[in-house]
């Protein structure tokens, strides 16, 4: 994690993006909808090179926007995972499992504007770090983003997005050969805030 942030740190992002990456991005813009606080279901499945069954991983998912993504995993054992602007940290039991302080590694603050931008749909600042083909068809969409030239490139292969009023499936694969297919389900936007959630 920590070799990813200092990668990412020293992107040199483009000062331009293609303009129909751009026509593109707004297209599957103004087909989402993007709610101050958005919940749902996920279930994650991740190939190793090496291994013949995938890693399997469900449970539930708040994204509060602006503020954070906190990832609620069930099966197979229970956890907290909780992005936000300033930290990433990990929870079993109650008990925190790690903790990465954006303060100390800003480049983590990179990463979560990331993982934000991929659930609430900001495709637009997404443009900046990847090329983007796909179409926007109807209500749904599909997106296929290649990182631009840089340190993203040795480690990303590819994401592939597909949605509607929402995002649904993220696939993510990597140069190593891994792949995390993630599913999102029973995604609802809701106004009711959980006070203290994204808060130190």
Known sequence: MRRRAWLLATLALPAWAQEDSKGLAEEVRARLVQPEWLRGEFEQSKRVPGFKKPLLARGDFIVARGRGVLWRTRTPFAGELKLTRDEIRATQGGVTAFRMDARSEPA?????????????????????????????????????????????????QSIELEGDAYVRRILIKEQSGDESLITLSQLRGDARAEPGLFTP
């Open 108 to 156: 983590l603050r990179m990463i979560n504007g990331l993982m934000f931008a991929l659930l609430n749909g900001d495709v637009s600042g997404l443009a900046e770090l990847f090329s983007l083909q796909g179409e926007a068809k109807g209500k749904s969409w599909t997106l296929a983003l290649r990182p631009r030239a840089g340190a993203l490139q040795q480690q990303l």
